[in-house]
């Protein structure tokens, strides 16, 4: 019996045809995964294997015939792989870490596909890997006809998906991107401690709480942002850089002595934007439970600082904190000024849970430039701070 205690042993690229290792039992935090999911379909067996999409996967989100179809795709592949059971660790998405930079992911686009596992039992994981896949009309917003051929791979389009430019892909078929391995999860690769220098401006990027679990479509690696509401207000929303405009830089502001510290934004115009936060005590009107985050006109919410979290291992670096002991979260949400949905910015207290459809997320300083105040503004920056960041 594998233990968890001990350091993982290495895995070894799988081709169809050779032989299975004996795989391991399922990690602790993966079994937990599996033991909350809400959707299995299959008996167990070689000849129709299990289909599991365990927490915090909730297929029920899709149409009916897109979880069918997808569920198919992969039931078929289990089987070709001589296996009884499949877990959908994420659901399709169109990017994979890519890089580190200062010992944090980056997420890139890639081609569409699922994060998956196949085992021999309910209880022993023996393949992990990416399996690549086709969608109706190429657009992965429409259900799963197929898994790739290995010749297909590459970019086929472009489409605007969910106010985001993700392209669509063809994809690899072949499960030789999967890794035998001989213990159950795939766990992430321990990250390096990041590079800390000090600076006067950062953007803020998302990085995954759990790095097994994000939204779909993800959003780690994405930027803190602001969306436009109404006059003089903007709610705090992540994107990719591209889609944002290359957001202008944060930067702290005062002093303990003034007796105001804040997170600020001077977004180019002659007056500076402030991170807001609610209280505990204050929620949302549409999302009752939930305590906003917003970019304003103004200084921002008193207390908002970069402080010190710690990561793997025992490693430790800034991020954004909060008026309370808590954390940040991002969650899809149908904001009606907009009328659309959106990847919008939460602050979870502690002793919360966090919401459905919701993930838990740190937002981590990347050191950048402090931009020049325009001419004819009505702000300083007298009193920007010098902090921690990353430098990238």
């Known amino acids: 019996m594998y233990n968890w205690k001990n350091k993982p042993p290495p895995a070894i690229i799988w081709v169809k045809g050779m032989k299975l290792g004996p795989g391991a039992p399922h990690s602790p935090d993966f079994q937990s995964r599996i033991d909350q999911s809400e959707r299995s379909t299959g008996e167990g067996t070689i000849e129709n294997p299990m289909v599991v999409w365990p927490y915090p996967a909730r297929p029920e989100d899709k149409p009916i015939e897109q979880i069918l179809a997808m569920e198919a795709v992969i039931r078929q592949e289990t089987k070709e792989c001589g296996l009884s059971h499949v877990w959908i660790a994420a659901d399709g998405h169109p990017y994979s870490t890519t890089a580190t930079r200062g010992g944090i992911r980056v997420a890139s686009l890639d081609d569409y596909h699922v994060t998956i596992r196949m085992g021999s039992s309910s209880t022993i994981c023996n393949l992990h890997g ?51 391995l001989a213990l159950a999860n795939a766990n992430p690769v321990p990250r390096s401690a990041p590079r800390i220098i000090k600076g006067n401006a950062y953007q803020l990027q998302v990085q995954l709480r759990d790095p097994l679990k994000d939204l779909s479509p993800g959003v780690s690696g994405q930027y803190l942002a602001g969306s436009h509401v109404g006059a003089g207000l903007n709610i705090a929303i992540v994107s990719p850089h591209e889609d944002s405009g290359n957001y202008p830089p944060f930067y702290s502001n005062g002093t303990a002595e003034q007796g105001w510290t804040s997170v600020v934004n001077d977004l180019g115009t002659i007056y500076p934007w402030g991170v807001n936060v609610q209280d505990a005590e204050s929620t949302d009107a549409t999302y009752p439970g939930e305590h906003d985050a917003d970019i304003n006109v103004g200084g921002g919410s008193n207390g908002i600082v970069l402080t010190k979290i710690t990561i793997d291992s025992g490693i430790t670096e800034p991020a954004l904190g909060g008026l309370a002991a808590g954390y940040y979260a991002v969650c899809n949400r149908f904001i009606g000024y907009s009328r659309a949905n959106m990847t919008v910015v939460r602050y979870v207290y502690e002793g919360e849970d966090l919401a459905d459809g919701c993930v838990g997320v740190n937002f981590v300083p990347l050191c950048a430039t402090l931009n020049d105040l325009p001419e004819g503004n009505e702000w300083t920056h007298d009193f920007v701070q010098e902090v921690d960041c990353v430098e990238i």
């Open 130 to 180: 990416h399996l690549y896949l086709v969608c109706e009309d190429d657009d992965i917003r429409k259900k799963v006809t197929r898994v790739m051929t290995e010749k297909e791979r590459g970019i086929k389009n472009a489409l605007p998906f969910n106010n985001q430019n993700y392209h669509t892909f063809k994809m690899l078929a072949s499960i030789s991107i999967l890794s035998l």
